[in-house]
């Protein structure tokens, strides 16, 4: 029904930025909340950002503390996240998600679909 294909993963130094970018496809039945996740090896899956489709209501994780932004562009059908000052402690697989809610939600099981993830790590 909805492909979501993330993008803009890679390697990068502590302190810099890295712009991931989620691109959706498919039928839709309505405007979609979207949200972005990450996870790495051993953890649990960690809530990042989250966006409501048509809204423009966002939402953070309270650790995130400015350094990343999501935003949309609907016109593309695509919702980005912003990450700067990076550290190593965000080395993850990173993940869009959509929900069939224009409300956006924190948690990952209301969520519908699943992009594969991207690789983001950072060195020292």
């Known amino acids: 029904q909805v492909q979501l294909v993330e993008s803009g993963g890679g390697l990068v130094q502590a302190g810099g930025s890295l712009r991931l970018s989620c691109a959706a496809s498919?039928?839709?039945?309505?405007?979609?909340?979207m949200g972005w996740f990450r996870q790495a090896p051993g953890k649990e899956r960690d809530f990042l950002a989250a966006?409501?489709?048509?809204?423009?209501?966002?939402y953070y994780a309270d650790f995130v503390k400015g350094r990343f932004t999501i935003s949309r562009d609907n016109a593309k059908n695509t919702v980005y996240l912003q990450m700067n000052s990076l550290k190593p402690e965000d080395t993850a697989v990173y993940y869009c998600?959509?929900?069939?809610?224009?409300?956006?939600?924190?948690?990952?099981?209301?969520?519908?679909?699943w992009g594969q993830g991207t690789q983001v790590t950072v060195s020292s």
């Open positions: 966006i409501s489709w048509s809204g423009g209501s966002v």
């Open positions: 498919g039928r839709t039945v309505g405007n979609y909340a």
């Open positions: 998600a959509a929900r069939s809610l224009t409300m956006p939600s924190s948690r990952y099981y209301d969520y519908d679909y």
